[in-house]
């Protein structure tokens, strides 16, 4: 099989750990590896001082929580729309009955600066929602412009990272950012399945609302301080995730995996031009390639499923593929995968 979604292809040693006997978790060894853990993701966001949750359930828990425990204590959110998951933010404000005001970024496009200045200046939100990369799209917003607003209008920013962490550079020191989400199908490339919230040290003592069992902070921080989780963690996930940051430290962190994604995506963008597909992303993410092909009735995605055990992403606008770089894949692997979407493409 090769897979260009989330997860891509994972690396053997990692996958191996998911067919390993399942440790007790209520034990020391546990927790070490979660305090482990813990440690290793502050790093590689470049948040000092600052705390995590790793919670059990996928990216869209983690948001939710932040909605129930955060955004809720606060007057009015302002909604980066830009594509499905920007819009999963605005489905979760109204879900929570929060005070938001919607401002919508047409697909593909990049946000207009100036405007949301405007917008910000004459709506004085007191909380920013906003993705990175808009992983429907491939669009990457500009966190340094969105970031210097956010200072000027004393507002706090929480930013969706999720497909963009160890995909393209990312402080939340440098960007003043309170809390930022990931989870471990994406630029992890392990397993789906948890969700990772970072905390600035600005967070320290904020008093958090409790509006939500599960997902409460609270409760989940006081766990966490002894390295444990308050309800049944997806162990071996939890393994996996310790066993992937331990391999990312020792190869050279995120610069060297940013690199590694970069030179992906790089390879299959110049495919994209040689088979004529355009990238309609105004500022395109590394993390993935979106790109418009001739094919309006989705043969290829499935004559790659059925001749080549192959995964690749549809996406909202017919012909319009999506294939993720954040996976393993070698510049012949891609050669190999663009030569088959050709095929597919050009068959009547
Ligand atoms: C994948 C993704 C999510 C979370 O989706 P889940 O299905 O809950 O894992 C949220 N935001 C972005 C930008 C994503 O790429």
New binding site residues.
């Given amino acids: 099989m090769q897979s260009y979604v989330?997860p891509g292809n994972l690396d053997p040693s990692i996958a191996a750990i998911g067919a390993q006997p399942i440790p007790y978790m209520r034990t020391d060894e546990f927790s070490a590896v979660n305090k482990a853990s813990e440690q290793m993701l502050l790093q590689l966001i470049h948040c000092t001082g600052g705390r995590t949750i790793i919670y059990t359930g996928?990216?869209?828990?983690a948001?939710s929580a932040v909605i129930e425990n955060y955004v809720s204590t606060k007057k009015k959110a302002l909604v980066i729309d830009g594509g499905s998951?920007g819009h999963?933010w605005w489905d979760l404000c109204g879900y929570y009955g929060i005070d938001a005001v919607h401002y919508e970024v047409p697909f593909a496009k990049d946000i207009d600066y100036a405007d949301l200045e405007a917008r910000m200046a004459a709506e004085r939100p007191d909380v920013f929602l906003c993705?990175h990369?808009?992983?429907s799209s491939g669009q990457l917003f500009n966190l340094e412009r969105i970031s210097a607003l956010c200072r000027k209008f004393s507002v706090s920013l929480v930013v969706?990272v999720?497909?963009s962490f160890l995909c393209e550079p990312l402080s939340m020191d440098a960007y003043g950012i309170d809390i930022c989400i990931t989870?471990t199908?994406?630029g992890l490339n392990i397993p789906?399945g948890l969700s990772i919230l970072f905390f600035s040290k600005a967070l320290d003592g904020y008093p958090f609302a409790r509006k939500g069992y599960y997902w409460d902070f609270e409760t989940n921080f006081s766990n966490l301080k002894r390295g444990q989780t308050p309800f049944s963690p997806a162990t071996s996930i939890y393994l996996q995730l310790n066993a992937r940051l331990k391999q990312l430290m020792a190869e050279g962190g995120e610069d060297k995996n940013i690199a590694d994604v970069r030179h992906r995506c790089d390879t299959f963008r110049a495919l994209c031009r040689k088979y004529g597909w355009e990238v309609p992303a105004e500022v395109p993410s590394v993390a993935i390639t979106g790109f418009q092909t001739r094919d309006m009735d989705r043969k290829v995605f499935r004559g790659l499923i059925e001749k080549y055990d192959t995964f690749i992403m549809p996406g909202a606008v017919p012909g319009f593929y999506r294939v993720s770089h954040m996976g393993l894949q070698t510049d012949a692997e891609l050669e190999e995968l663009a030569l088959h979407i050709h095929e597919l493409e050009s068959q009547a």
């Fill in positions: 989330f996928s990216g869209t828990g948001m998951f999963r993705q990369h808009e992983t969706d999720i497909s989870s199908q994406k789906p």
